[in-house]
Structures are given as C-alpha cells and as structure tokens.
C-alpha cells in the first residue's frame, strides 16, 4: 500500500494504449487497495465500463478505434462515474473538449502515479451518488435548483448539467450572493485532499454560464480576484 494512502473500496478502470504505462498504474492502484480492471482501445473502454460499472476511469484521450472524448461522451450516456482523463502537456483543447463532454478532472503526462492515486482517492473520499432528503428548491428568476431531482431548471425546462456542473451550481446556490473562491469550490465539490491545476473549476463554471443562460443572464458572476457568487437575475 502506498504511504499515507489508506485504502477506499472501489473500481477503477484504467484506459490506455501503451499497456506497460497501464500495468503500472494498475499495479500502484492494486496495491492501495482497489479493483482494478485495464483497457486499451476505445470500443474496449466503453465496454468494460458498461459492464463493471467502475466507480472512476482513468481515460486516455490518444485510443485506437475511439478517441478519449468519444469514450467519455458515450460513457456519460450511461453512468455517472468519475471521470480523470490522461493529457498530454499543453494540450489545452483537449482538456476543454474532454470536460466538455462530462469529465470530472484530468492530470497531464508525465505524471506521478503518486499524484493519480491520491487524486483517486480523495475523489472516492466522497460518494457520486447520495440521497438527498426533500427540501424546498431555490430560485433565482428564471432558474430553479431542485436537490431533491438533482435537476436544474431555466423557463421551466430542464437543463442537461454533469454530475460536476450541477454540484458546482448546488454550491453556489446554496450560498447567493456570496463570493467563494476556485479552493473553496474545490473543498465542495471535490474534496479537501484534492491536488491539481485550480483552473479547472473555471472550466466547469464556464461551461455552466453557457448552459444556464437566457435573456436573464448567466445567474453565476465572477468576482475578480476572489471566485464567483450566485446572483438573483
């Protein structure tokens, strides 16, 4: 077992084609106490998905057959389970398209396997899944944040959200007005042991603004120099 690593039941499913760099992270993880299943090409990787339901995926975006985001993309239409995907260094687009499609997080090549455990096990830390139990939905104009449905709602119509950008939104929400910061979002929504580039909340809340808005506004303001606040339109 890794040092100061304490070990999270939990699968994990990790996604490459270079197979010695995916025995590796599969033995570290192995090691720190998880199930762990690999695959290496595209089709394989949704299939493997489907069938062990892992509880996060290490995804590679370079894979034959499917690329990494068309892997994600399909991934989301059937499971909510956490998704870190593989980059290579200064592929910015890549990283933007990848959590575009419903990816929780990513960490660049070369990286410590060290690091990727930790962050597997900080995300695991917290469950994807919890029962909420019924509580008034907040309203800000236009948008409704219903908990209880784990749904968002802008005019009446709901809005397709990942799992992160509704958790994101939940955070704000349930704060109006009031600044918090990339590291207090992070605390929220991922987790206080959480390591990695902070710019990655301004991605998500991006991609949030975007869907959120209508002739009303975005809900969600920057506050320069702090973080962002949720507003009443």
């Known amino acids: 077992m890794n040092p100061g690593i304490d070990a999270v ?3 994990v499913l990790v996604v490459d084609d270079e197979k010695p760099l995916a025995l590796m992270v599969a033995t570290y993880l192995t090691r720190a106490g998880y199930d762990v299943a690999t695959a290496h090409t595209g089709p394989g990787a949704v299939e493997a998905a489907r069938a062990q339901s892992p509880d996060v995926v290490v995804l590679d975006l370079g894979l034959p057959g499917l690329d990494g985001i068309e892997v994600c993309r399909r991934i989301r239409g059937f499971s909510e ?3 870190l995907m593989l980059t290579a260094r200064g ?5 933007l398209a990848g959590l575009a499609v419903g990816a929780d997080d990513y960490i660049t090549k070369p990286f410590s396997v060290r690091e990727l455990v930790a962050r597997i096990h900080a995300v695991l830390r ?12 907040r309203v800000f104009g236009e948008l409704t944040v219903d908990l209880t449905a784990h749904e968002a709602r802008v005019g009446g ?4 959200l990942t799992r992160t950008e509704f958790d994101l939104l939940a955070a704000l929400s349930a704060r109006p007005h009031q600044a918090l910061s990339r590291r207090q979002l992070i605390d929220i929504v991922w987790d206080p ?7 990655l909340v301004d991605v998500h809340i991006g991609h949030l603004r975007r869907k959120l808005s209508n002739d009303q506004g975005a809900y969600i303001d920057t506050v320069r120099g702090v973080g962002y ?5």
């Open 9 to 11: 039941a939990g699968r």
């Open 81 to 83: 389970c956490y998704v």
């Open 91 to 95: 592929d910015e687009e890549d990283k």
């Open 126 to 137: 917290r469950p994807r899944t919890t029962v909420v139990p019924p509580q008034p939905a």
């Open 157 to 160: 119509s709901p809005v397709g």
């Open 193 to 199: 042991a959480w390591v990695g580039d902070e710019r």
């Open 229 to 233: 606040r949720m507003v009443t339109r």
